[in-house]
């Protein structure tokens, strides 16, 4: 596609539930990168993809989130067990070149999923 | 862990005015990047430095790298109201790839 595509736009949640949201990045792109925004906060690094290899899951906030890139394209990242804290903007970028010094890896940003959980 | 500060949290001035944010990384950084928000938008990336003591610029905006590649600032001259938004560092650590964005600075311009 043109962008970077996430969906759902929008999603609410009971406690509880998993929900999962998928991005589907530019196409040829070989970085894909996922953050939270919490209102008023820049983007908060959760997890990073070179292809479909999670080359850092630092930012992941404890064991109920995980993210997946089967075939370096479309990811998806998984709640468990939602909690009210977890409510936030979530985004995904991508870039057409793995991150370093003097590669061009200009990161292009998603619209995000909006997650509220009730 | 890597943290990139930034400051001012907001600032609102005349339109006209001069604008600076400050970026502040407390470890060396192989590369960073400006971005800047529209309130409701997603970032859009605006530059990225590379070299120690760089220095870019893009119209009425300027952005320097500082020679120990640590803190960088984005400089506007003469506001005008489309530069409303919040403006975003963020920085690539020198080793490994982790894109740390700073909190942002928001800039309103009163016309």
């Known amino acids: 596609g043109a962008g970077v595509s996430q969906s759902p736009r929008y999603k609410v949640t009971k406690r509880g539930q998993d929900v999962a949201l998928r991005c589907d990045p530019i196409?040829?792109?070989?970085?894909l990168y996922w953050y939270r925004q919490a209102l008023g906060q820049g983007p908060e690094f959760l997890t990073y993809?070179?292809?479909?290899?999670?080359?850092?899951k630092s930012g992941l906030p404890n064991d109920r989130f995980s993210a997946e890139r089967p075939e370096g394209s479309i990811s998806t990242l998984t709640i468990q067990r939602t909690e009210q804290r977890d409510s936030a903007m979530y985004r995904c970028?991508?870039?057409?070149?793995?991150?370093?010094?003097?590669?061009?890896?200009?990161?292009?940003f998603g619209q995000g999923t909006r997650l509220t959980v009730v | 862990g890597q943290q990139v500060m930034q400051i001012p949290q907001y600032q609102h001035v005349q339109e006209g005015e001069d604008f600076t944010t400050y970026c502040n990384s407390s470890?060396?950084?192989?590369?960073i990047q400006w971005y800047k928000q529209r309130p409701g938008g997603h970032p859009v990336f605006l530059i990225q430095?590379?070299?120690?003591?760089e220095v870019k610029k893009q119209k009425r905006l300027t952005f320097q790298f500082g020679e120990a590649k640590k803190n960088s600032s984005l400089h506007i001259t003469a506001t005008q109201t489309t530069d409303v938004g919040t403006y975003f560092c963020?920085?690539?650590?020198?080793?490994?790839?982790?894109?740390?964005f700073g909190a942002g600075t928001i800039l309103r311009v009163k016309s």
């Open positions: 970028a991508s870039s057409l070149e793995t991150q370093g010094a003097w590669r061009n890896t200009e990161a292009f």
């Open positions: 196409s040829g792109h070989v970085s």
């Open positions: 993809f070179n292809y479909e290899a999670q080359q850092d």
């Open positions: 470890t060396t950084l192989s590369n």
């Open positions: 430095l590379v070299k120690s003591g």
């Open positions: 963020a920085g690539l650590r020198e080793y490994g790839n982790k894109l740390v």
